[in-house]
């Protein structure tokens, strides 16, 4: 099958509606995309009264729980997973895409107007994606965390990262959340328009600005705790 032909299949397939055009889909990741990144950089400023020590964390804690009543934590709940997997979801259905209209491959890569962030995302994601799932078994369920206790969200904090390979592989997570995170704003901002070249100075010290103030914070977080500066 020719590729213009693999393509009608895969868009027939699919149907025609918004959704199924690819336009629809990357538009589906940058809104997503944008609700993430929102998240991560509130998670991020909240996560600071880790500093203020127990009282300030625990108290900051109760009040996500307790907020309409405790609704509110399961309305951001929902509206985080929903995101999360249309943001999946649109970026594994454009990949497939790529690959059918590609099947045999270029024999050398030549990137031309790719940067290595871009290029890294599909692992960086898949990496993301593992530590969601282990950070919610560590820190809010607490299966996956030595010695739990769901009264004491700062003790958790602190003991979570007294361990060296936990509070590594968190570093490690956070550099891929980096790199992710880096290029999906440069992308985001190109989805919704702003590709004049008048603004890709603004875009750029946009993303890397945001990119080192999130990544720099949650990192200090488990480097805080392993020098004692957090215990
Ligand atoms: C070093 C960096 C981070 C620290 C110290 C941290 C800390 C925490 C803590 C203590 C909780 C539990 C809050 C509670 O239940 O009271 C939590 C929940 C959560 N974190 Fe993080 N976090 C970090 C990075 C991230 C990142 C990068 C993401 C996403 C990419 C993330 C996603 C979440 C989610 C989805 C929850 C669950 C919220 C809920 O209860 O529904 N966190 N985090």
Redesign the pocket.
């Known amino acids: 099958m020719s590729v213009a032909e693999q393509s009608i299949a895969g868009a027939e397939a699919r149907g025609h509606g918004f959704m199924a055009s690819s336009v629809g889909r990357k538009v589906v990741m940058a809104a997503t995309g944008i609700v993430l990144f929102g998240f991560?950089t509130v998670?991020m400023i909240g996560?600071t009264q880790a500093y203020l020590g127990a009282e300030g964390f625990n108290g900051y804690?109760k009040f996500?729980?307790t907020m309409l009543h405790g609704a509110g934590?399961w309305i951001f709940?929902a509206v985080?997973l929903a995101a999360t997997g249309l943001h999946i979801w649109a970026a594994v259905s454009l990949t497939l895409d790529n690959q059918a209209a590609r099947p045999v491959g270029y024999r050398a890569q030549q990137p031309v107007a790719s940067t290595w962030a871009s290029r890294t995302m599909r692992w960086s994601g898949f990496i993301?994606a593992a530590f969601?799932v282990y950070?919610?078994l560590h820190?809010?369920t607490g299966h996956a965390h030595p010695n739990f206790d769901h009264a004491n969200?700062y003790a958790n904090?602190v003991s979570a990262f007294k361990v060296p390979a936990a509070a590594g592989f968190?570093i490690v997570a956070?550099l891929c959340?980096g790199l992710h995170m880096w290029h999906g704003v440069w992308s985001f901002t190109q989805t919704l328009g702003l590709t004049h070249p008048r603004y890709d100075g603004l875009r750029r010290n946009f993303a890397t600005g945001l990119t080192l103030l999130v990544v720099g914070v949650?990192i200090s977080?488990?480097i805080a705790v392993l020098t004692g500066c957090i215990h």
Do not use: S
């Open positions: 991560v998670h996560n804690a996500l729980h934590i709940r985080l993301l969601i950070h919610l820190l809010t969200p904090f968190y956070q959340l949650n977080y488990p």
